[in-house]
């Protein structure tokens, strides 16, 4: 081999060392960059956490909350009703003379006073709202975690504050309307979460709450501005997968036109019985929703 072609190899394999230094660099980056790429799943594919206990029990104990509020209502409806007619057979009562009064007597301290079950009705009340205070102390860490803004925490909060003021006031009716309007947050929060019952099933158990408060003390022009709220939270609703093809959904649908039509024609009981059989057909759907794969 002659000097010529030694000197030609020599340069080849300068030639292949230099392009090495070039290219290595790039060729080691896009391998760790692909690595990398696959440990790390791409944000939409991961899974939201559970849903927090505590934030469970605020649902509950809401719900059973605004359940013994509408009840009170109704008790102290009747209690008033009840008071217009013993005042009115007062003077009957007077000419009974001794006799009469020992025999009220004796059946009183037999049976409880009305006076007394209405202050363990809202000795009830106030723990429950105890609870959710609590309840609330034990989930916002979690809640705020996950995303929720703080505008929807600082509504909650002053929700809160004022159901307690009513409840402490024994303001009835604003008490109602005060726990309504606690619920209307709780969707915003279940959304945030993985939940086999969707936010939209809670804002139509609002929905249907808040019509049947507002025609009980009469106002038919803000029931009947909720009913298009109403439609829309059914219509997202029963697009689910779970209960799109079942009877109970067509039940829920029929109930909820026939609780529009109630209040359309502005009759209360009517509202109050209609209410109520869309509750029991949501408990259904509930059902199907948690067996749902």
């Known amino acids: 081999m002659n000097r010529g072609d030694i000197m030609k ?25 692909g690595k990398e790429a696959e440990k790390k799943p791409s944000s939409s594919s991961e899974k939201a956490a559970d849903l927090p206990p505590a934030l469970k029990s605020i649902r509950s104990e809401l719900e059973g909350l605004i359940a013994q509020l509408e009840q009170t209502v109704q008790i102290l409806s009747g209690k008033s009703t009840q008071d217009e007619q013993q005042s ?18 004796s059946a009183s301290g037999q049976k409880e006073s009305p006076s007394s079950k209405i202050q363990d009705t809202w000795s009830k009340i106030n723990d429950s709202v105890k609870k959710v205070h609590q309840n609330w102390n034990d989930a916002e860490a979690a809640v705020v975690k996950e995303g929720l803004s703080t505008d929807i925490r600082d509504k909650f909060e002053k929700a809160l504050e004022e159901l307690t003021i009513k409840t402490d006031e024994r303001n009835i009716e604003e008490s109602v309307f005060a726990a309504i309007e606690v619920y209307r947050y709780y969707p915003d929060m279940v959304e945030l979460f993985d939940s086999k019952i969707p936010a939209e099933f809670f804002r139509l158990r609002y929905e249907v709450m808040l019509i049947k408060a507002e025609s009980g003390r009469g106002n038919w022009e803000q029931a009947r501005a909720e009913l298009p709220n109403l439609k829309a939270q059914w219509n997202i609703l029963k697009k689910n997968e779970a209960i799109k093809n079942e009877d109970i959904s067509k039940k829920t649908e029929n109930s909820l036109n026939d609780l529009g039509d109630a209040v359309e024609k502005q009759e209360a009981c009517l509202v109050e019985i209609k209410s109520e059989i869309v509750m029991k057909n949501m408990d259904a759907l509930e059902k199907k929703l948690n067996t749902s794969m």
């Open 9 to 33: 190899k020599h340069r080849l394999r300068i030639l292949v060392i230099i392009l090495i230094i070039l290219f290595l660099p790039g060729l080691v980056s896009g391998c760790s960059g």
């Open 88 to 105: 009115g057979e007062e003077g009957g009562e007077q000419q009974n003379g001794g006799q009469g009064q020992q025999e009220s007597s």
